[in-house]
């Protein structure tokens, strides 16, 4: 599983995303962080901005 957050704002946390993970370990793949700012990668998650999200 590929777990996707979207944001509108604060997108330094990521609770939900984070929640998710920890529930299932061994079934995630890639963590994706779609918000409004350009592409960043924070340790295992990808941040895409938003006019990325068809090349997931």
Do not use: N
């Not at 592409?39 to 941040?47: E, F, L, N, V």
């Amino acid at each position: 599983m590929c777990p996707l957050e979207i944001k509108a704002s604060g997108y330094k946390t990521h609770a939900s995303l984070d929640a998710f993970c920890q529930k299932f370990p061994a079934r995630v793949l890639w963590k994706y962080l779609v918000y409004t700012k350009d592409y960043a990668k924070d340790s295992d998650i990808i941040c895409l901005p938003v006019y990325m999200t068809p090349f997931i």
